[in-house]
DNA sequence: GTCTATAGCTGGATAGAC
DNA sequence: GTCTATCCAGCTATAGAC
């Protein structure tokens, strides 16, 4: 057994970890991710620079970190279950979710979904939660009978159409959140007529 | 009228320019803009860094120029006439050279379509091309039938969706351009039914 | 674990000679 | 227009005292 001593040292050591990548998130959700930078990220945090290599060993490790985190929320939003039993109703309250995740933090979308740090690849511990999550949206699409694999990236690129759009031509608004509904239906006719 | 020797001078400092920005779209091709920097521009060109400033008064002005080249580039894509008199098949034709152009030139796409230089703004006139352009898309959809804005906005959705999964998924490849075909079928029964 | 100090590098931009 | 030389700022990361 480990003594207690020793858990609350590793406690307070994942507090100030916590503290860390939290304050990193807010400078990232400001500026963009390829703003982050350890010295005002040490500033920020009132602590120096050197400090920060106490706790994660490079600013890849940060990122790595932080690419965690948000796989670990976007797999969380896919586990509170859907309201309805119609699978057309929860195919587009999964849409729904997934477009709220995405614009509502910018930077977690990017950093997650487009790859926008030259020399950053997520561990395979990072990454897993995502990869979990969205094999929970292709049951999601089997339970209204979508099972081609075709369907299943026009589906991806709907989406992800949408966040884009969103995201780059009406930030903060909702021109293209607001379409789900009509996109949805456009979707699941179109897999009915060409199975 | 502008003596011929002014001519000359004037030509040859286009073509200077000319050679600067070919040398910035090597670098940002390779790269991503980010990376673009004047000290390695100046290199490759084969002048020293103060020499860039000859021709562009800032990092900025020479974005704003690479800009203006892709705006240009993409309003030339919709010049040249399309084959067909069915308007389905053109408008097929037309979303098959919008993904080309976006896949076959990543940085290009990132500088046109996305935003992801903090602090450069694009001037009006190095804009004013994709503008253009945008407005034969809407006149190729109203050939369609399809003039609802809110169709308009699933169209472009749609567009970017499958050149964002194309890139970021499947660089190279053609897992998502290939949909091109069922996704405008797709599209436009929407329309149809939903007018 | 936290600090001071600093190494070592890269960046944009400018001064001034030629 | 082009150069050398330089300024000033930013960055990641490390050494070594405490």
Redesign the pocket.
């Known amino acids: 057994m480990t003594p207690a001593k020793g858990d609350w040292?590793e406690a307070r050591?994942q507090g100030?970890r916590a503290t860390l990548l939290a304050t990193a998130w807010e400078m990232v959700r400001e500026d963009g991710l390829a703003a982050?930078?350890?010295?005002?990220l040490a500033r920020r945090a009132g602590?120096?620079?050197?400090?920060v290599?106490?706790y994660f060993e490079?600013?890849?490790a940060i990122f790595d970190a932080m690419f965690g985190e948000a796989a670990e929320a976007f797999a969380q939003t896919k586990v509170e279950p859907l309201d309805t039993a119609d699978p057309h109703q929860n195919l587009v309250a999964d849409a729904t979710r997934f477009v709220e995740f995405c614009t509502s933090d910018v930077a977690r979308y990017q950093l997650l979904f487009q790859h926008p740090l030259p020399g950053f690849r997520p561990s395979p511990q990072s990454y897993e939660p995502a990869v979990r999550a969205f094999e929970l949206t292709r049951d999601e699409l089997a339970r209204n009978g979508v099972h081609d694999a075709r369907h299943v990236d026009v589906w991806t690129a709907l989406m992800t159409g949408l966040v884009d759009q969103q995201i780059s031509n009406d930030p903060g608004g909702d021109r293209w959140s607001r379409l789900i509904d009509d996109v949805v239906r456009m979707f699941l006719a179109h897999c009915r007529n060409e199975p």
Not at 36 to 40: A, D, G, M, P
Not at 47 to 51: E, F
Request: charged share 30%; net charge positive; aromatic share 6%.
């Open positions: 040292r050591r100030a982050l930078s350890l010295r005002e602590i120096t620079t050197p400090t290599y106490a490079s600013k890849n």
